[in-house]
């Protein structure tokens, strides 16, 4: 599976947009960005994954470039219970297999 | 409601007495896996089954053993713990590339 670069933390003002950028520019065809979070000591939990279209859904939007070599989550109206680490892997359909990074520290300020 | 459920949520033992970390799930899920999560090290996969009586080593599989007799189940067995397997440990059921996991199992042992 391609390997991500993400940031190691970022700061969001609580009602604000968040932006998590991720880099995966060896990605393949057939690799799916899939993108989890992990609020502190809790498990991972799946927010969204996409191939190559735009993604949406009640907990955030998933914008893939039209290369496919980055992607960004989207949080809208981030809030403090969103403070957590976020993690972005690609991974081929079929392959079970997730290796999670460093992922980023996202931290939600009032 | 759907979850992967795992117990203990703590545990304190001593070296060498053997442990069992049960893991659950209701979800119907062929794919189970055991993760552990150490600081500056992130998750690494421990184990792994894609189905009933089919399962294969992860990444750091020394010193644990686990088995898959029925499809709900895959507990993780310590035969003689030591020490360096003090760890966060998380079990996880997969459908597709989503991977729903337990809440965690905090494990010291002295």
């Known amino acids: 599976d391609a390997k991500t670069t993400q940031p190691t933390s970022m700061d969001c003002a609580e009602g604000r947009a968040a932006n998590l950028p991720c880099n995966h520019s060896?990605?393949?065809?057939?690799?799916?960005v899939y993108w989890y979070r992990q609020i502190h000591s809790q498990g991972p939990q799946y927010i969204i994954h996409?191939?190559?279209n735009n993604e949406t859904n009640e907990m955030a939007s998933l914008i893939i470039t039209e290369d496919r070599k980055s992607s960004t989550l989207i949080l809208p109206h981030a809030t403090l219970r969103d403070t957590a680490v976020y993690y972005c892997?690609?991974?081929?359909?079929?392959?079970?297999?997730?290796?999670f990074g460093k992922g980023t520290l996202l931290t939600v300020n009032p | 409601e759907a979850q992967v459920t795992q117990n203990p949520r703590y545990l304190i033992t001593v070296t060498g007495k053997k442990l069992t970390v049960t893991c659950s799930q209701n979800?119907?899920?062929?794919?189970m896996s055991w993760y552990r999560q150490d600081p500056g090290l992130g998750l690494r996969q421990i184990y792994y089954?894609?189905?009933?009586?089919?399962?294969d080593k992860g990444d750091v599989p020394e010193g644990y053993k686990v088995s898959r007799k029925e499809k709900r189940n895959f507990p993780l067995i310590l035969e003689s713990p030591s020490p360096n397997q003090t760890s966060l440990y998380f079990c996880?059921?997969?459908?597709?590339?989503?991977?729903?996991f337990g809440s965690g199992t905090q494990l010291s042992v002295l």
């Open positions: 060896t990605i393949s065809g057939n690799e799916y």
């Open positions: 996880a059921s997969s459908f597709g590339g989503k991977l729903f």
């Open positions: 892997i690609v991974r081929v359909e079929g392959n079970y297999k997730l290796t």
């Open positions: 089954s894609m189905n009933v009586e089919v399962t």
């Open positions: 979800m119907n899920h062929e794919y």
């Open positions: 996409g191939l190559k």
